[in-house]
């Protein structure tokens, strides 16, 4: 079994302050709440850019400033984000990839989204995976149903994406698949045999998904975009805390926690840089 890969999703695009007052926003604040992620066991931060408002921006400026100030913390690998907001143009979404960042996410399908619906058609799809290619950027592909994961699984198939791929499967989102241990392993059991995956569980769904990912050999995100609490009716002090919280039940369970660059090599990333 890999060593255990934790991605800490930082702030993503509908959290606010009035629902976690410890949301990073800034540069700054993302690339402190990285460091100290990082410190915690996490080796990738997925990161969604904010307006100094806090409203979601995909401006390619505020990424490189994220990014860079991320590079100058720590050496965890950064994953933008491609979903951005809802409502948001493909041509706004894409932006952060021309940065050339290691990891992006791809998202294979449209799902609705509480009251909203996130689109993605699929020639948005494949000009977002045409990029990816063309930048050197690994996808990492987001499942929030079965129907996103037959369609990546066709992809494969015909070769419109090759090489071992990487799979977040998103659990527990008011319109997608119910973050359930029945739900999860259904997907996992789908996958070819050189994959790997990842889960983030939405709210109450993120610790018991992330454990259960953990004897079954996949990696675990965890952070402020997909739940703000630590445990029911309590607020996370950070998103640091979260990662520490996963990383002691692996160790518990005997598996260790995979380094930015462990987890490079797992992924098949270039070396640090």
């Not at 965890?76 to 996410?105: F, N, W």
């Not at 993605?120 to 499942?143: R, S, T």
């Not at 989102?173 to 259904?186: F, H, I």
């Not at 309590?234 to 987890?263: C, F, G, K």
Request: proline share 6%; charged share 20%; glycine share 10%.
């Amino acid at each position: 079994m890999d060593k255990l890969i934790i991605t800490a999703a930082l702030s993503g695009a509908e959290v606010t302050r009035e629902q976690q007052p410890a949301l990073p926003i800034t540069p700054d604040e993302i690339a402190q709440a990285a460091q100290a992620c990082a410190e915690a066991g996490a080796a990738i931060v997925h990161v969604h850019a904010r307006n100094p408002d806090g409203t979601p921006t995909q401006d390619k400026e505020t990424y490189r400033q994220i990014i860079a100030a991320v590079r100058a913390r720590c050496d965890v690998i950064v994953q933008v984000s491609t979903g951005g907001a809802v409502g948001m143009t493909p041509q706004e979404r894409l932006a952060p990839v021309t940065l050339k960042p290691e990891m992006a996410t791809l998202s294979m399908g449209s799902v609705n989204f509480g009251g909203d619906v996130f689109m993605n058609h699929p020639a948005d799809m494949a000009v977002f995976l045409k990029a990816m290619q063309d930048y050197n950027v690994k996808p990492e592909l987001e499942i929030f149903d079965t129907g996103m994961l037959s369609t990546a699984l066709r992809w494969l198939q015909k070769g419109v994406l090759s090489g071992p791929q990487h799979f977040d499967f998103v659990l527990g989102l008011a319109g997608g698949m119910a973050g359930t241990p029945e739900a999860l392993m259904y997907l996992k059991a789908q996958l070819p045999e050189d994959a790997t995956w990842t889960v983030a569980g939405i709210g109450a769904a993120q610790l018991p998904l992330g454990a259960l990912a953990i004897v079954l050999g996949g990696h675990v995100r965890v952070g402020f975009e997909d739940n703000v609490y630590y445990r029911k009716g309590e607020l996370a002090s950070s998103n640091a805390q979260l990662v520490a919280r996963i990383a002691r039940i692996s160790r518990e369970l005997d598996r260790a926690v995979a380094t930015p660059d462990e987890a490079r090599n797992i992924l098949g990333l270039r070396p640090g840089r």
